[in-house]
């Protein structure tokens, strides 16, 4: 029988009993790798009242407690990290070095947990009127909950609830269902770390379950991550219910490569950033804009582009894995036919790729179009593929345009040997994270996730100091005390607070 994967529930794993389940699969071969429930109603209230409870006890737990539970966790998770990439490669494809890359960038947010405590400190100001003082308090939330996509399930949990939790909220936390094995042992791992019970619950599902939580009177925030449609029902449904809400959303990341930029290191920054991860990243580049004369480049870059394949996880040679499932890999035919129907030059077709070792696999070869223009559906729609859409224009500020005029902002980049031309494309573009001679800039938890427009609802983004403000309220004191002889105490001689 196929590992029934469990819930997390109050200190618990139980086994759900929902008699409804969802297969997980390994993309590269079709092994069934075990089941996962749709939690019962009952059970998403359980998970929700056993975080409710342990609030009321996590909140006064002393920060620098909390602190060290994620130090813990942050050394549980470094010495199981290839362990965790291996659970990873199996349940999304991924190849053991971009398994390992998300776990290690989840990791970084966890170290950046141990440290909240100054990231919690609040304002003080003296005398802001005669013997008055005020100052301000970051007090967390209650339950928060987290749901999270298919494509870094180590990296984009681990945004989350150690976070929230070290912050002094409790948490519920919803993976996605195409690949809960690596959240099972994140979770797992923060047992042994020494959790305490409630803390962390996990459910399983899809939309009813995400429903739920979304419309429960006990839930507080919402951590999501994943598509546009879905993040844009989640963002309405949770804040017309009264949470707060975050929604990390889907994206069409633009390079733009100007003549005078470094040809070999752009063109091979622009393969990775395309086709790794078989483009199933939410910072993916997936559309080139050549700059005058670069355009001369595009042979090179289909010869380049040429090398890249797909293949196994253990495969050293394989530069990226199959697509996650077999709707997804559709969507991905699907748009590729098109494309070529809507007129655009297939110079490079992936449709057809086959891995012989292994002939059941989700595989897409890269693919390369030119001649696109923005009417077209494969510019249109996020393929989530290793698919890369190359638009020339002739001037920088044409360029500037184009991205603009996309209605995604997550992630750019721009190639260059002019600072001139850098500092206007990061003051002019409409987009939350931008690269300069870098591909994909993911910035690092000191920083926050700062996607814009269509790849963003909220105000306050994933990790860094922002987070921490999305979990937590500002409470401000303003406070008199009138000193009289009366009132002085013995002083305390001890060292003990
Ligand atoms: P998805 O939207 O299908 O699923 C994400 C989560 O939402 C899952 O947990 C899923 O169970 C849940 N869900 C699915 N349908 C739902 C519904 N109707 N109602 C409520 N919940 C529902 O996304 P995915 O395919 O797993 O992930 C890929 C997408 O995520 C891409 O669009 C990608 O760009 C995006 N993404 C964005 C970021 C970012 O930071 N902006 C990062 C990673 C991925």
Redesign the pocket.
């Known amino acids: 029988m196929a590992l029934q994967v469990p819930l997390f529930i109050n200190g618990e794993f139980v086994q759900s009993g929902s008699s409804n389940k969802l297969p997980v699969i390994n993309p590269a071969n079709q092994q069934l790798l075990a089941e996962v429930p749709l939690a019962t109603q009952d059970e998403v209230d359980a998970a929700v009242a056993s975080a409710k409870q342990a609030f009321a006890t996590w909140r006064n737990v002393p920060v620098s407690e909390r602190a060290r539970l994620m130090m813990r966790y942050c050394a549980l998770l470094k010495e199981h990290h290839d362990e965790l990439a291996e659970i990873l490669s199996q349940d999304t494809g991924k190849t053991f070095e971009d398994a390992k890359g998300d776990v290690w960038r989840g990791i970084e947010v966890v170290e950046q947990a141990s440290n909240v405590g100054s990231n919690l400190m609040g304002e003080t100001l003296e005398n802001v009127a005669s013997g008055i003082d005020s100052y301000s308090y970051s007090q967390p939330l209650g339950v928060c909950v987290g749901?999270?996509?298919?494509?870094?399930p180590a990296m984009?949990p681990l945004?989350m609830y150690p976070l929230a939790i070290a912050c002094g909220n409790t948490f519920v936390l919803?993976?996605?269902?195409?690949d809960p094995l690596t959240p099972l042992r994140l979770v797992e791992l923060f047992v042994e770390a020494g959790a305490p019970k409630g803390v962390l619950n996990m459910v399983h599902?899809?939309?009813?379950?995400?429903?739920q939580l979304?419309q429960h009177p006990d839930t507080q925030a919402i951590s999501?991550?994943?598509?546009?449609?879905?993040?844009d029902?989640?963002y309405r449904?949770g804040t017309d219910a009264g949470k707060r809400v975050q929604?990390?959303?889907?994206?069409k990341n633009h390079m733009v490569i100007m003549p005078d930029a470094d040809k070999n290191a752009t063109l091979n920054a622009l393969v990775g950033a395309s086709v790794g991860a078989a483009g199933?990243?939410?910072?993916a580049i997936s559309v080139a804009v050549f700059v005058g004369d670069s355009k001369l480049w595009l042979e090179e870059l289909k010869e380049r582009m040429s090398q890249a394949r797909p293949g196994a996880w253990d495969d050293a040679g394989a530069s990226y894995g199959p697509i996650?499932s077999k709707p997804?890999y559709d969507k991905v035919l699907r748009l590729i036919a098109q494309g070529k129907a809507e007129g655009a030059s297939c110079l490079l077709d992936g449709s057809d790729y086959q891995v012989p070792a292994l002939p059941d696999g989700n595989w897409v070869g890269p693919t390369l179009f030119s001649d696109v223009s923005t009417d077209m559906a494969i510019y249109q729609e996020?393929i989530?593929g290793p698919v890369l859409c190359c638009i020339n224009v002739d001037t920088l500020d044409e360029a500037i345009a184009l991205v603009n005029d996309c209605p995604y902002g997550?992630g750019t980049s721009i190639f260059t040997a002019s600072g001139g031309a850098a500092r206007k494309y990061q003051h002019e573009i409409q987009v939350g994270q931008v690269g300069i001679n870098i591909p994909i800039p993911v910035p690092l938890p000191f920083f926050s996730?700062t996607?814009w427009r269509a790849?963003?609802r909220g105000d306050l983004h994933?990790y860094g100091k922002q987070a921490v403000r999305f979990y937590t309220e500002t409470k401000t004191i303003t406070a008199k005390w009138t000193h009289t002889e009366s009132s002085t105490k013995q002083p305390n001689m001890s060292i003990n607070l």
Request: glycine fraction near 12%; aromatic fraction near 14%; hydrophobic fraction near 45%.
């Open positions: 749901i999270t996509p298919f494509n870094f984009i945004w919803k993976p996605s269902e195409q599902g899809g939309a009813d379950q995400v429903n979304l999501f991550v994943g598509s546009s449609k879905v993040g029902h989640i449904a929604c990390m959303m889907g994206a199933q990243r939410c910072m996650i997804a996020e989530f997550n996730f996607g790849s963003f994933a």
